[in-house]
């Protein structure tokens, strides 16, 4: 189970963090994802990273804004959101891929665990 936090609202310009925490299985194993979906369009990859959090992979859209980490002690993976732009407002999911092996896929499919979504909102 994967259950993301911490969305918001926030001044274009301004910074936000969200969380994934994980429970009931070993996600520590797993690659981690975040994707995001704005209103009326496709579900878009956002970052990724390794089970180690040693690689990660970044969206072309958001690189050298976002920060995806995360702490395997505490099951949980965060992205680190600054210099928002209003076409960041999405809602945000975080994502566990069993089979990625640090391959820090960007394809939907891959991932097999699913969060509920947090809403992140960035005003002009």
């Known amino acids: 189970q994967l259950q993301a936090s911490g969305g918001g609202m926030v001044q274009a310009g301004g910074s936000l963090s969200v969380s994934c925490a994980a429970s009931?299985?070993?996600?520590?194993?797993?690659?981690m994802g975040w994707f995001r979906q704005a209103p009326e369009k496709e579900r878009e990859f956002v970052a990724a990273i390794s089970w180690s959090g040693g690689s990660t992979n970044y969206a072309d859209s958001v690189k050298g804004r976002f920060t995806i980490s995360r702490d395997n002690a505490k099951n949980t993976v965060y992205l680190q959101m600054n210099s928002l732009k209003p076409e960041d407002t999405a809602v945000y999911f975080c994502?566990?891929?069993?089979?990625?092996?640090?391959?820090?896929?960007?394809?939907?499919?891959?991932?097999?665990?699913w969060g509920q979504g947090t809403q992140v909102t960035v005003s002009s």
């Open positions: 009931g299985r070993t996600f520590s194993s797993y690659d």
């Open positions: 994502a566990a891929d069993p089979n990625g092996k640090s391959r820090l896929s960007s394809r939907i499919y891959e991932y097999a665990y």
